[in-house]
């Protein structure tokens, strides 16, 4: 069975990425996030992991949640990594892509002029980035719709 790991930071992030859910149904989950409380939002037989949280100015949360996602990932050795960002996402597919883990980066809903800041990163990364606004979409960011309907 196929193991994907999906991960993001909280709020909107968190919301999209559980909405992809349904697409996942017949591979076994990992959900990594910062906020333990959010362990109740995803089914008892996933897996979930609670990573320390980092942005662009707390570098020390970055570097801790990298080398938390390196632990994790030689533990669960996941197929895939798929995210909606933001920066432990991003942090997500760069660990995944060291490791040689196929990776998919997916722009939030909310950016709708350009793609995020991290999403202009992540395409520079990962193995397959997309967004979810059409008049985004380039040779190499892919546009299949959006998840928040």
């Given at each position: 069975?196929?193991?994907v790991v999906a991960i993001s930071s909280i709020g909107g992030h968190w919301i999209q990425l559980l909405r992809l859910k349904p697409v996942f149904e017949d591979?076994?989950?990992v959900f990594i996030t910062t906020k333990a409380s959010f362990k109740s939002m995803v089914s008892e037989s996933d897996t979930f992991y609670?990573?320390?949280?980092?942005?662009?100015?707390?570098?020390?949360?970055?570097?801790?949640?990298?080398?938390t996602l390196f632990v994790i990932?030689?533990?669960?050795?996941?197929?895939?990594?798929?995210?909606?960002?933001?920066?432990?996402?991003?942090?997500?597919?760069c660990v995944g892509k060291l490791l040689g883990i196929h990776t998919i980066w997916l722009d939030?809903?909310?950016n709708c002029e350009e793609l995020s800041?991290?999403?202009?990163?992540?395409?520079k990364i990962a193995n397959t980035v997309y967004t979810q606004w059409e008049h985004l979409a380039t040779n190499n960011v892919k546009y299949k719709g959006n998840v928040l309907k």
């Open positions: 069975m196929k193991k591979v076994q989950m609670v990573i320390p949280d980092g942005n662009r100015t707390d570098k020390i949360g970055l570097l801790k949640a990298i080398k990932y030689r533990k669960e050795k996941p197929d895939v990594i798929i995210t909606t960002g933001a920066a432990p996402g991003l942090m997500g597919i939030s809903i909310a800041m991290s999403g202009r990163i992540a395409k």
